[in-house]
């Protein structure tokens, strides 16, 4: 059974009273759980950030299929909702599909390619903050062999794992990356099996970007005792003394975003959140800052400000 985490509602009566005009309405679709403390946790907490600073009236449903998600889409344009923002790469074909049925309606597709007069796409792109978290892979191995998992083979994570690379090698020509995509979002029972293969060839650091296949990863470091770099969201809290890090997406500057550009009209076809933009980042370090020698924390702080600032430009690789 689906069910609606949070409605944030503005009565008429009060709205007529105060003489203040509607509040736009925005809905959010997710297809796993609000707590996963990945890919949903980030989106369900920037949705829920965005509607008390903006005071829109804001909901949110989880665990929704791509099966299942057209009906969903139907529901909340049929209630009159402003913006509906469906947060799911394998939700692309039903939003587009229901986009055509109510063309007044607005809808954004997360990870999203292709754009329509009522579609926007929003997108967080990994290469830059994946390039951070291969130097300090690199910098933190001592078997000269690392490893990156990914949920699947698309431009998404592709360009996030080959950042991890060049990063990693920028520190280390001769380190050996292995790569590996997994083929699943949520088995997590797969994940730590291709994780553990990767440790029994040497890798003694992990790359993860994934949803929640990534508890597999972080359980396969923290049972063999080795670091991994978390995505997403700030994964510590699953294994504090082995995720140095992890690579996360600000939720709630994309939505904020994107919520003041439609009320003034200027909604636009795609959005791309990078790290200039804070839509993406490194997490704390959390007890890491004691173990992560000093020189390779400046290292990587002086990286991120130069890619900041445009003095260091990361290749997005999308292709193989």
Not at 3 to 11: E, N, R, S
Not at 148 to 165: E, V, W
Request: net charge negative.
């Amino acid at each position: 059974m689906k069910h609606v985490l949070m409605v944030f509602l503005f009565f008429d009566l009060i709205i007529v009273a105060f003489g203040m005009s509607n509040p736009l309405k925005v809905a959010m679709i997710l297809p796993g759980k609000h707590d996963d403390i990945s890919w949903n946790t980030v989106a369900y907490q920037g949705l829920e950030k965005a509607a008390e600073d903006l005071g829109v009236d804001a909901t949110c449903v989880e665990e929704v299929s791509a099966t299942d998600v057209e009906g969903y889409l139907q529901k909340f344009a049929s209630l009159g909702y402003d913006l509906i923002l469906g947060h799911s790469f394998d939700y692309g074909p039903a939003i587009l599909k229901v986009a055509k049925e109510f063309p007044e309606v607005k809808f954004g597709w997360a990870m999203g390619y292709k754009s329509t007069p009522n579609v926007t796409t929003y997108d967080w792109p990994m290469h830059e903050v994946g390039y951070l978290a291969g130097v300090l892979a690199a910098c933190m191995s001592k078997s000269g062999i690392i490893g990156a998992l990914g949920s699947y083979d698309i431009p998404d994570i592709r360009r996030a794992l080959n950042g991890f690379k060049l990063g990693a090698l920028s520190v280390n020509p001769d380190i050996k990356v292995f790569i590996t995509y997994v083929g699943t979002w949520d088995d997590s029972t797969k994940a730590k099996s291709s994780a553990i293969t990767l440790i029994e060839n040497g890798a003694d650091v992990l790359y993860v970007d994934g949803n929640t296949m990534s508890y597999g990863v972080i359980d396969a470091a923290k049972e063999k005792d080795i670091y991994v770099i978390g995505s997403i969201a700030d994964q510590n809290s699953l294994a504090p003394d082995n995720v140095m890090t992890s690579t996360v997406i600000n939720v709630d500057k994309a939505i904020e975003t994107m919520i003041k550009d439609m009320e003034n009209g200027r909604l636009k076809p795609r959005y791309l959140f990078r790290l200039e933009d804070d839509g993406v980042d490194l997490a704390y370090f959390h007890n890491f800052v004691s173990i992560i020698p000093e020189s390779v924390q400046r290292r990587i702080f002086e990286i991120k400000y130069a890619i900041i600032y445009g003095k260091m430009l990361i290749p997005d690789v999308i292709k193989k």
